[in-house]
Each structure stands twice: as structure tokens, then as C-alpha cells.
């Protein structure tokens, strides 16, 4: 999933604001409801009793706002749980002893409060209960925070690692796209006043694979049939550097070309077999690209004429091998397989292994 597509899926429709009055809002005018309705079913409520409960609303969802300006403005949201917790308990009984001083006052002063239902108690019980409601709301609001901050995280997590990726994958391929250039154009500066024609159809393939390697810097994966092409012209002008010493078939199953891969990555390991094998032998040798579909996955095999020192590379950083490694794991992770060995004293193979279907990071260009 590209950073675009997270930051979209995770995005709020309305504003931070707009959800937190919404809640106060509702959150209060439902506790006025619930309270107003149970103790109406069992006392008759007067006009002025009922003005009682919406002052209490009223100061209840002030005085919270309040305090949440106080939390922000001392930045109690990041303190410690044990630091937060005393802040908590004794704001929730400070306001409501003044939600409860308030309203407590003004049933006195209107006189809603008949003497003879008046318990000294009352007070008590009141700033209790107020402070409890306090503390609930103040619950709720760390609770909903730290969540909040917990989710963000992960999703910055998550944006972060598709745009490593992504870099990543940019990085590997434009280390790629200049690799063979130098020694095809050595070999079509001798081969001008040779072969004229020759030279013409070289430099004809030298344009092809430049264009593909701009091309592949739009993409992460390309159809198996353009890579394919991209390689037969890249044999096409090493033929004219190592002549006879260099012979090569490729067999392509039709099935298989349709089939995405990553660019470039096909064409890296060709080179390597032809630097690293043949062009160390005085006979030279030759290169056999082979690919099918085995157990819902593309396996492509190529062979070369050489021999390698197996433990060197398994450690080995060059030879495009950790590159290749690389860039199949940010793709498909564990899914893919890749693997170079000696067939026997005098073949190299190596083997690539692909999921159809089963790609796992994307460009944010893609």
C-alpha cells in the first residue's frame, strides 16, 4: 500500500474540533437524558428542578472544557501515568465540588430546594457523585488520546516503512541502469570502421536498452516478454565483444511472458554469469535462459559455462547478488526464492523463484 493510500484510508472527515464538541455535546446532553428520565419515573420533577439539571449540563460540559485547556496548556498528556494519575484524582474532586457549589447555591438562592427534604449529607453525596463523573470524563479523554497518538504512530510507522521501500527500490534500480553501458559502447566504437552495418543494428539495441532503463524508473515490475527482449539485445553486443567465445539459446515459455517481474533484475544476472564465468575462461562458453510455470510460480533458470566458490557467494555484497536478494525480498518478502550454485565443475546455475500474483510493496508512483 502506497503512503498516499494510508494516509487516505486513515484521514478523518471531519476535524479535530469538530469531533471533540460533537462528543462534549452529546456526551452531557445524554447524561442529562438519562438522569432527568430516572429520577421523573420516580418523583414528579418541577419546572425549576428541571432547570437544575440543565444548569448542571450546562456547567458540566464548561467546566470540562476547562479542564481539557488546562491538560493541554501543561502538557499533561505526556506525563507519566504516575504523575498523571494525583492530577487527575484531585482535579475531578475540585471541580466538582464547584459544579456541585454552584448548582447547590442556586437551588438555595431560588429556593428549589424544600427545607424539609434537605439531608446534611447531601453536599457530600453530590460532590462524590459530580467528581465521579468528573473522573469518568477524565478517563475517557486519556484513554481516547492515548490511542489516538498509539494509532498514529503505527500508521507514521507504516508510511514511513512503504517510503524506505520505496527509496529503497529506486535506489537498487538506479544502480542498475548504467552498469553495461561502458563496455557495449567500447565494443561499438571498435566495431565502426569494421562492420558499419553492425555497428548500426549495436547501437540500434544500445538505444532499446537505454529506453527500457528509463522505462523501468516508473515501475517496480515489467512483463517477463520486455525483460526477455532487453536481454537477448544485451547478449546481442557482448556477442560482438567476446565473438566465438560466447554462445547463448534462451527458451521462454509462453505462458510465463505476461508474467511481472522486477526490471533489470533478469539482465543483472546474466551479466553476472557472462563477467564472472565465461569471461574467465580462455574458451570461453555459454548462457541458457530458461523459464516456466511450476506450483503457481514463475521459476526462471539460467545457466552458464564457469565455476564459483559457493560460500564466497553466499557472503558475497557484489556480483549483484545482494542486490538481486534484496529486491526480491522488499517485493515479495519470504515468498520468493533465489539461489546461485554449481550445477557441476564447469556449470553455474542460478534460480529464481516468483509468486504470481503475490507482490507485497508498491512505489508511491506506481
Same mark, same amino acid.
Do not use: W
Given at each position: 500500500m502506497t503512503a498516499a493510500e494510508l494516509k487516505k484510508k486513515f484521514s478523518h472527515p471531519l476535524t479535530r474540533k469538530q469531533i471533540y464538541w460533537a462528543s462534549q455535546i452529546c456526551g452531557w446532553t445524554l447524561f442529562g437524558l438519562v438522569n432527568y428520565f430516572f429520577i421523573s419515573a420516580y418523583e414528579q420533577l418541577s419546572p425549576g428542578r428541571t432547570l437544575i439539571w440543565i444548569l448542571l449540563c450546562l456547567l458540566g460540559l464548561t467546566s470540562t472544557h476547562i479542564y481539557r485547556s488546562i491538560i493541554k496548556k501543561h502538557n499533561w498528556l505526556n506525563l507519566s501515568l504516575s504523575r498523571i494519575i494525583p492530577r487527575i484524582l484531585i482535579s475531578s474532586f475540585? @471541580?466538582?465540588?464547584?459544579?456541585?457549589?454552584?448548582?447547590?447555591?442556586?437551588?438555595? @438562592?431560588?429556593?428549589?430546594?424544600? =427545607?424539609?427534604? &434537605? %439531608? $446534611?449529607?447531601? $453536599?457530600l453525596i453530590g460532590i462524590t457523585n459530580m467528581g465521579s463523573i468528573i473522573l469518568l470524563w477524565?478517563?475517557?479523554?486519556?484513554?481516547? #488520546?492515548? &490511542? !489516538? *497518538?498509539?494509532k498514529r504512530v503505527e500508521i507514521e510507522s507504516l508510511i514511513w516503512e512503504a517510503a524506505v521501500k520505496d527509496f529503497e527500490l529506486k535506489t537498487l534500480k538506479s544502480q542498475l541502469n548504467p552498469h553495461f553501458m561502458f563496455n557495449a559502447m567500447n565494443s561499438i566504437r571498435a566495431l565502426i570502421e569494421e562492420d558499419p552495418v553492425n555497428a548500426k543494428n549495436a547501437i540500434t539495441k544500445l538505444s532499446n536498452i537505454l529506453r527500457y532503463s528509463l522505462r523501468i524508473d516508473r515501475t517496480e515490475t515489467v512483463p517477463l516478454e520486455?525483460? @526477455?527482449?532487453?536481454?537477448?539485445?544485451?547478449?546481442? /553486443?557482448?556477442?560482438?565483444? &567476446? !565473438?566465438?567465445?560466447?554462445?547463448?539459446?534462451? &527458451?521462454?515459455?509462453?505462458?510465463?511472458? =505476461?508474467?511481472?517481474? $522486477?526490471?533489470?533484475?533478469?539482465? +543483472? /544476472?546474466?551479466?553476472?554469469?557472462?563477467? #564472472?564465468?565465461?569471461?574467465?575462461?580462455?574458451?570461453?562458453?555459454?548462457?541458457?535462459? +530458461?523459464? *516456466?510455470?511450476? =506450483?503457481? #510460480?514463475?521459476?526462471?533458470?539460467?545457466?552458464?559455462?564457469?565455476?564459483? %566458490?559457493e560460500e564466497d557467494v553466499r557472503n558475497s555484497k557484489g556480483f549483484g547478488i545482494s542486490n538481486t536478494k534484496h529486491r526480491l525480498n522488499l517485493l515479495f518478502g519470504e515468498d520468493a526464492f533465489f *539461489?546461485?550454485?554449481? =550445477?557441476?565443475?564447469?556449470?553455474?546455475?542460478? !534460480?529464481?523463484?516468483?509468486p504470481l500474483g503475490a507482490r507485497k510493496n508498491e512505489s508511491f508512483n506506481s
Open positions: 475540585i @471541580i466538582g465540588s464547584v459544579v456541585y457549589g454552584i448548582v447547590f447555591s442556586t437551588e438555595i @438562592i431560588f429556593d428549589l430546594l424544600p =427545607k424539609e427534604e &434537605f %439531608n $446534611p449529607a447531601a $453536599p477524565s478517563l475517557i479523554y486519556f484513554s481516547l #488520546h492515548y &490511542f !489516538e *497518538n498509539y520486455d525483460e @526477455i527482449q532487453t536481454v537477448e539485445d544485451y547478449l546481442a /553486443l557482448e556477442k560482438i565483444r &567476446f !565473438e566465438e567465445r560466447l554462445k547463448y539459446k534462451i &527458451f521462454i515459455a509462453p505462458s510465463t511472458c =505476461k508474467i511481472e517481474i $522486477p526490471p533489470m533484475m533478469i539482465q +543483472t /544476472l546474466v551479466e553476472n554469469g557472462i563477467k #564472472h564465468g565465461i569471461s574467465k575462461l580462455p574458451e570461453g562458453g555459454e548462457v541458457s535462459l +530458461t523459464s *516456466n510455470i511450476e =506450483k503457481n #510460480h514463475l521459476v526462471i533458470r539460467i545457466e552458464n559455462s564457469g565455476f564459483i %566458490n *539461489n546461485i550454485s554449481n =550445477k557441476s565443475d564447469k556449470k553455474v546455475l542460478t !534460480e529464481l523463484i516468483i
